[in-house]
C-alpha cells in the first residue's frame, strides 16, 4: 500500500504538471484602448450658434492629451467606428431650446433652459453635420464635421 500511495501521489503531480504547463501565455494583441469623448462647446445667441472646433477628428486631438504626453504621437486605431462626442452648451438667450444636430446620424439634447447649460453625449459617424437651436429661428445654424481618423487613448495615462 506504500507503493501504491507514492504511485498514485506521483501519478497526481505528474497531471498537475502537465495541466500547469498547458496554461502558459498566449500570443495574442491587445484590442488598442477607445478614445476618449471629444469635447466640443457650443453657443447659442439669439442671432447665431457658435461650435468650437468646427470640426474633429481630422488628425491628432492636442486637447485631448495630457501633459506630460504632449510630445508622444497618438497610436491610430483602423476603425470606422463613430466617434463619441460631448456638446457642453450654453443657452445665452431668453428662450428654453433644445439642441439639434442633423447630418448622417440626428440626434437632439434634453431642455436647455433660459440662459442655462447643459451637456450630451452621442456618437457620430464620419460626415457633414448642421447643428442648431430649435424654438430660436433667429439662431443662425452652424456648420460641423467629423473627420475619419480615430486615435487610441493607450498612451494616455491617468485615464479613468
Known sequence: MGRGSRFAAGCVLGVLALATAGCGAEENANEPRPQPPTRVSVTITPRAITVQPPRIAIGPEPNQQIPQNVHADQPSIDSD?????????????????KLEIRGRKDAASGLLVANG????LTSLP??????SAAD?????PAPFSVG???TSSQNDLLLP
Request: glycine fraction near 8%.
Open 81 to 97: 467606428a463613430p466617434v463619441d462626442v460631448v456638446f457642453v452648451t450654453a443657452n445665452l438667450t431668453d428662450f428654453d431650446s
Open 117 to 120: 447649460n447643459g451637456t450630451m
Open 126 to 131: 464620419t460626415g457633414a453635420y448642421t447643428i
Open 136 to 140: 430660436i429661428p433667429g439662431a443662425k
Open 148 to 150: 475619419s481618423r480615430r
